[in-house]
């Protein structure tokens, strides 16, 4: 089981070191490991224009989840197959922009804490894609790595999550989910896992993470006996 712990540092009231004591980690990896905003939004923003959709209201939808099913809820009359078809299109655009990909601060350092056993990616994105932009980051490949070619249906739903846990061989509730984006959250939560949430889009999502940083510079984790002791060195909400 996961066990959290925080404490008051300083006369500041909501200034707090929290720690916690967890088997594995989950990182979500776009927007939480890898920064790809710039190559999923701009991948987005051609595909509404060709739609004629309002960018305004498309961005919003595509963090967090497979693509394939933000155009279905996009366009609900659109035959699923030729969602399936953009989608393609826009995966091969996303994964000729690798080299815009760049881990994000507080990456490198916290995966090469972790031993190889003890944690897992979860992505929205196919494993091809994945595996390109880990590498592209320059972070290492999990042992375990969850992908939308892995679940019958993405986040929100926990599918993904408890996959990872079973590929872990561990219960969920001893997993500690990292991830950027309300669906990621929403799911992790309903596997029945503990969620920091990262960045901007976790900071007021709904539902929300049990914790929030805006930085995994703000993470440290070591390896312990009986899994992984971490902290968090700023303040922290207990949700």
Do not use: N
Request: aromatic letters at 6%.
């Amino acid at each position: 089981m996961v066990r959290t712990s925080s404490e008051a540092i300083g006369d500041a009231h909501d200034a707090r070191i929290a720690t916690f004591s967890t088997g594995m980690l989950i990182f979500d990896l776009d927007g939480t490991l890898v920064d790809t905003d710039r190559v999923i939004e701009r991948s987005w923003l051609r595909w509404a224009e060709l739609e004629q959709l309002d960018p305004v209201a498309v961005l919003p939808s595509v963090h967090g989840r497979p693509g394939d099913q933000v155009m279905v809820d996009l366009r609900p009359h659109f035959p699923p197959q030729l969602a399936a078809g953009d989608y393609a299109e826009l995966r091969r655009q996303q994964s000729a922009e690798t080299k815009f990909v760049r881990a994000l601060p507080g990456a490198e350092e916290l995966l090469a804490c972790l031993p190889g056993h003890s944690w897992a990616v979860v992505a929205s994105c196919d494993r091809d894609l994945a595996l390109a932009r880990l590498r592209g980051a320059g972070l290492p490949v999990p042992r375990v790595l969850i992908t939308s070619d892995d679940v019958s249906v993405g986040k929100p739903d926990p599918e993904c999550y408890l996959a990872a846990a079973r590929a872990l061989d561990m219960h969920p509730a001893s997993c500690i989910v990292v991830e950027d984006a309300s669906p990621g959250v929403a799911a992790a939560r309903a596997a029945g896992m503990f969620v920091i949430g990262v960045g901007r889009r976790t900071a007021s999502s709904d539902p929300r993470p049990h914790w929030h940083v805006d930085s995994l510079m703000r993470l440290s984790v070591v390896a312990v006996p009986d899994g992984l002791r971490g902290f968090v060195h700023e303040p922290v909400s207990d949700r």
